[in-house]
């Protein structure tokens, strides 16, 4: 096996069991994964079980009640568990940090991996209801979000932290999904968020309500700006901007 | 012999320059706070988006009142949005307790990357999304032969 990167650590709090299900909401555009599972996190009152260690992030520490807590971090219960950050990762270390998450995945032989997040549109403050799209890490899955009336991306670029989620879990045969909603790009979207937990309430038979997610919409905006801003940075540093592209020719 | 650089070294290299500037400004920026306890006000995510004939500026403003935004024009490349909150919000509303002073207001200047025709924009506020067009200012028509 691939010696990786000694660099990031996964330190385990409490005994993780094998073959759980893994939701991943890491900072991306509209903060719609963040947003997404923070609501899972409080929603099924989920407790930290283990975090990421890296001296690839900046020297940064969550204080919590006046402890300090590593900015990246795993909930978790019996059923699942939830990879979530409260800073941006950075563009210099994100190849390194999922690629050791991804192992620890592999290593905790999780039955599937769902990857939340957003797909940035020009018009979206003129769209009711974000669309969620899908894409996966084998066909079988794909067929599922096709009955799941999750429309599947078939051609397109896809860039940052859950890009790498799906490439490095289809090379390790991990089955993955990302469900991403439409979404602004760089103002955080709690509808995008409501709208791609309702799809993965679909694909896993689970029953989180969104309504408080919605009620709530403008006091998350106005929490989340400052971690908009950094991440919208670091994805200009990930060129996002690659997701608009269409892809060169090809012949059908 | 030192080799003659072609105008794509030469173009690639002042890229890199104004990369590096555009960098540092960023990351000048991005080292301050989003807020200012002095004039009670929050800094709103904007964005700008430059098309070939006008200039679109977005910006969040989550809680306010509509009725108190204001868009002024500054000067032909320099916008400011001010806006009031309907309710006051203070750090510990946002779970902060080590910090003290409250915010009852969005307030922000953007700079337009091209001149534009302030006189003509138009503003509209729709679901906590303020979207203002400013036509590009018009340049002389060259006739092709």
Redo the contacts between chains.
Sequence with gaps: MKCLDEKVKIVERKEIPEGLKVICGLPDVGLVGTIAVSHLISKLELTEVAYVRSDLLPPIIMLERGLPRSPIRIFGNEDLIVLSSEIAIPSVAVHSIIESVVDWIWRKKAEIVFTLGGLPI?NR??IEKPKVFGASSNETLLKMLDGKEIQVIQRGFLVGPQALILSYCTERGIPAVALLAES?????DPEASSVVIQALNRMIDMEIDVSELIEK???V???M??M???TQ?EL?RMKKSHEYDIPGYYIK | MRRRRSIFDIMRERMEEFEEFAEEMFERFMEKPSWDISTHSLEPLCDVFVSSDRVIVTADLPKVDPESIRVNGISDDLIEITAKMRVKINFEDLGVTHRRGEFSCFSCRVPLPVPVDISRARARFRRGILEITLPRKRGYEIKVE
């Design positions: 020009p403050h003129e602004f790009y760089n103002y955080p919409g403008e006091e905006r106005l929490a700006r400052d908009m801003r950094r940075a200009a």
